[in-house]
């Protein structure tokens, strides 16, 4: 089983910044995948981004340019740096990670960016 903890979620205005963090219950050296999704009202969970155990990563095109995932293997912890935050970045943020073929989800962090 892997725990994972997310936090850093807010109000903030557009424009402005916030850091997601997503702390696993078990070390995230040479981890598979872990990333970001994200939800917002009446929509359908979208891919935000996600990093490889090998560090390379992917983002969706809305938010290439703006949001960077880093990790800290001591913390056992990945972030979501968000820049540049626009009004339709509001949503519920998921973190996941992949294990032996398993995904695993946080409970989620709330994002609202306001006009």
């Known amino acids: 089983q892997v725990q994972l903890v997310e936090s850093g979620g807010g109000l903030v205005q557009a424009g402005g910044s916030l850091r997601l963090s997503c702390a696993s219950s078990r070390s995230i050296f040479g981890m598979n995948v872990m990333g970001w999704y994200r939800q917002a009202p009446g929509k359908q969970r979208e891919l935000v981004g996600a990093m490889t155990s090998s560090g390379s990563t992917n983002y969706a095109d809305s938010v290439k340019g703006r949001f960077t995932i880093s990790r800290d293997n001591a913390k056992n912890t990945v972030y979501l740096q968000m820049s540049s935050l626009k009004p339709e970045d509001t949503a519920t943020y998921y973190c996941?990670?992949?294990?032996?073929?398993?995904?695993?989800w946080g409970q989620g962090t709330q994002v609202t960016v306001s006009s």
């Open positions: 996941y990670r992949e294990v032996a073929g398993l995904r695993y």
